[in-house]
């Protein structure tokens, strides 16, 4: 078949090694940062604030309240900091939440940001921004929000639980996992979303195995970059929409669910998207679905919404939401067909059994 797409790869500076942390400050200086105002969340300020005393005047302060979603109240609150510290970049120092309150920075005052990404998420190499408002999340996409530059150091990652390294590395992989059947889908973001699913799947049992093996943190961080830069660069379908739902109005935990749904999108996409699912059905013993559940129930992953806090009472809502202004999707998005996966997800069956 002759190729036809349009691809279009976000910009941005990766520094990726182990000690790498080492270079924030010629990172910031690349920048033309003067003045970086270091963002955490309250569990890692005291890595933020031994991160600030490295980079002496570079550091205009800490900001330690970054929270799950954006909240906006943080936001305005650290736009405060922000300004009264004099600062005119931002250093995030975390995952997803700490990543969403420097894109939320820059997104209202267009300052440069530096990333240090010490989870899977993938959110520092998309121009997305996740906001929270009265209990509303919207999202928005623009260039203003995408970091300038990110460093990747495996050795920042070696105390991340065993538990949210799972769920974050599958986190990961339902962008990539998503990415290869995108509407806009194309040839290099398909290359990346093979590449970063197979290091993830590598890495995430030599994780499990030894928390601290540093081949597996190497690769699990690895992965998660091509996942995240797949999720950067092409449209996601149902599997993002019916979490964006379950987490927007269930109030579930993001990278378990993710985790808990992956096998089951997966596996209501396969036979719609099966010639673009084909390398990474591969990775999985042939049945994507039944291949991802089986991989992630051996990671001691959790297997079912129910043990998330979704009551079953809640699954024709969610349904109902899923199905509203659906994303595009290779196999039509149909109320009952989405109900019955709900179902088997809730009750953590594997799918097609
Ligand atoms: P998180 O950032 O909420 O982190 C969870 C907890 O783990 C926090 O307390 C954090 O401080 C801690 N933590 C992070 N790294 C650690 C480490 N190496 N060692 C020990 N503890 C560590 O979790 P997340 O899953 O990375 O992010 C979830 C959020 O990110 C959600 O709000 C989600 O919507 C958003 N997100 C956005 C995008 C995007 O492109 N906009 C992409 C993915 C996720």
């Known amino acids: 078949m002759s190729l036809n797409f349009t691809c279009s790869l976000n910009p941005a500076r990766i520094v990726f090694g182990c000690g790498a942390v080492a270079r924030v400050a010629d990172a910031l200086r690349g920048l033309g940062g003067r003045r970086a105002l ?9 890595d933020a604030e031994a991160l600030a005393a490295t980079l002496g005047d570079l ?3 800490v900001f330690s309240g970054a929270a799950m979603h954006t909240p906006v109240e943080v936001t305005e609150t650290a736009m405060t900091v922000f300004a009264e510290t004099g600062a005119d970049c931002v250093v995030a120092l975390g995952g997803g939440s ?9 997104w209202r005052t267009d300052c440069a940001q530096l990333v240090i990404a010490t989870t899977y998420a993938g959110s520092e190499v998309t121009p997305i921004l996740g906001q929270t408002e009265n209990g509303l999340k919207t999202t ?8 300038e530059a990110v460093i990747y150091d495996p050795d920042l990652t070696l105390g991340l ?9 599958l986190n990961a992989m339902a962008h990539a996992i998503e990415g290869v059947y995108a509407q806009d889908r194309n040839p290099v973001a398909s290359l990346l979303a093979l590449e970063g699913v197979r290091a993830l799947k590598a890495a995430l049992p030599a994780i499990v195995a030894d928390p601290r093996d540093p081949q597996g943190r190497s690769d699990a961080l690895y992965g998660a970059w091509l996942c995240g830069t797949v999720l950067g660069s092409v449209g996601m379908a149902l599997h993002h ?7 927007g109005s ?3 935990p993001h990278a378990e669910t993710h985790s808990v749904m992956i096998p089951h999108t997966a596996a209501y996409n396969a036979a719609a998207a099966a010639a673009a699912m084909a390398p990474l059905a591969a990775l999985f013993g042939g049945e994507i679905g039944g291949g991802l559940w089986d991989f992630a129930k051996g990671l001691g992953a959790p297997m079912a919404l ?3 806090g979704l009551a079953e009472a809640d699954l024709d809502r969610a349904a109902d939401l899923a199905v509203k202004n659906p994303y595009w999707n290779p196999r039509p998005v149909e109320r009952g067909a989405i109900r019955a996966l709900l179902q088997d997800a809730w009750e953590g069956r594997r799918p097609g059994s």
């Open 38 to 46: 270091i963002l955490s969340t309250p569990f890692q300020k005291a």
């Open 140 to 147: 928005l996409r623009d260039r203003r929000v995408l970091p």
């Open 98 to 106: 700490t990543i969403g309150l420097g894109k939320a920075i820059a």
């Open 161 to 169: 639980p065993v538990g949210m390294s799972v769920t974050s590395g």
């Open 306 to 308: 129910r043990d998330l």
């Open 59 to 61: 550091a205009a302060g």
């Open 241 to 247: 929409k019916l979490c964006h739902t379950l987490g």
């Open 250 to 252: 269930f109030d579930l």
